[in-house]
C-alpha cells in the first residue's frame, strides 16, 4: 500500500534523500522545509509531480508547524509516517568550553529537541488516521550518555540527548494509541553537516532506513533508539 510520509527537514541532506526515496517507492511525501521551492525539492517536483506536495514549515516556530499541520489536513485525511530530519549545529559548536558562546546552544536546542515535538503534536490527529503510524526521530549517537566521548559541541549533543528523552516520553505516551515513535542514529554521512570525510552516502543511508522503519512498523524491531541497522543504541 501506497503511503503518505511527513519529512521535516527535507531541502537537503538525508532529509531530501529519504524524500527521494519514498518518491521512487511511489508513496506520497509532504516535504517540511524553511524554504519549500529550495533546488533539491523542486527537481523532485519536476519528476514526480503530485506526489511530492512541499510545505513551508520552520520547526522552530510552533505557529509554522501548526500552519503547515493545517496544509497538510487540506491535501489528506493521514500519514502513516513522519520523519523529524531538521536539525542545526552552532557556529561555535567545535569550540572547546573556554571559547564557545553558550548562548548559541538555546536555538540549537529550540530546532533539534523542541522541533520534533512540535511537528508531532501538530501533526498527530492526520498520524491516529493512518496505518500503523510511526514517529521516528533522527538523532545521533551524539545524544548517547553512556557511550559519550566528546569534549565539547554542547550544542548539539545535549540536544540530541533530549531529543532521545523526548522520544522515549512520546514512546511511552503514544505506544497504547497503536503509534510506535523511535530515536535512530544514522551514522556519520557526507552531508553539509557531515563532511565530506564521513564514511556514509546519504541516499544509501536512506535507503536502509526506509526498510528499517517498515520493520518497526511491522514489529519486527521494538527498540526504540537504535543505529541505522536497526541494533538497540546505548542510552
Known amino acids: ?21 519514498y518518491l521512487e517507492e511511489g508513496c506520497t511525501v509532504f516535504a517540511g522545509a524553511r524554504e519549500e521551492a529550495a533546488p533539491g525539492l523542486q527537481e523532485l517536483k519536476a519528476r514526480y509531480g503530485d506526489l511530492l506536495i512541499p510545505l513551508r514549515m520552520d520547526v522552530s516556530d510552533t505557529r509554522s508547524v501548526i500552519n503547515a499541520a493545517a496544509a497538510a489536513s487540506d491535501c ?16 561555535t559548536s567545535f569550540l572547546e568550553l573556554e571559547d564557545t558562546d553558550l548562548d548559541d546552544c538555546l536555538p540549537v536546542y529550540n530546532v533539534n529537541a ?21 514517529a521516528a526521530n533522527i538523532s545521533s549517537e551524539s545524544g548517547s550518555i553512556g557511550t559519550a566521548g566528546r569534549i565539547k559541541e554542547f550544542d548539539y549533543c545535549m540536544s540530541k540527548a533530549a531529543l532521545n528523552m523526548g522520544t522515549k ?40 532506513l526506509t526498510e528499517l522503519l517498515e520493520d518497526v512498523r511491522e514489529g519486527r524491531n521494538d527498540a526504540v533508539f537504535m543505529d541505522h541497522n536497526g541494533i538497540q543504541f546505548p542510552w
Not at 489528506?76 to 542545526?88: E, K, S
Request: one cysteine or more; proline letters at 4%; hydrophobic letters at 40%.
Open 76 to 91: 489528506t485525511d493521514h500519514l502513516d509516517i513522519i520523519i523529524n530530519n531538521a536539525g542545526i549545529h552552532s557556529d
Open 114 to 134: 523542541v522541533g520534533p515535538l512540535r511537528v508531532v503534536k501538530a501533526f498527530l490527529p492526520l498520524l491516529l488516521k493512518g496505518n500503523s503510524g510511526l
Open 1 to 21: 500500500m501506497n503511503k503518505n510520509v511527513l519529512i521535516a527537514g527535507a531541502s537537503r541532506g538525508l532529509g531530501l534523500c529519504l524524500t527521494r526515496k
Open 169 to 208: 516520553l512520546l514512546h511511552n505516551y503514544l505506544k497504547d494509541k497503536g503509534i510506535r515513535v523511535i530515536a535512530v542514529h544514522p551514522g556519520w554521512m557526507r552531508t553539509d553537516m557531515g563532511g565530506q570525510a564521513a564514511t556514509q552516502d546519504p541516499y544509501e543511508t536512506a535507503c536502509r
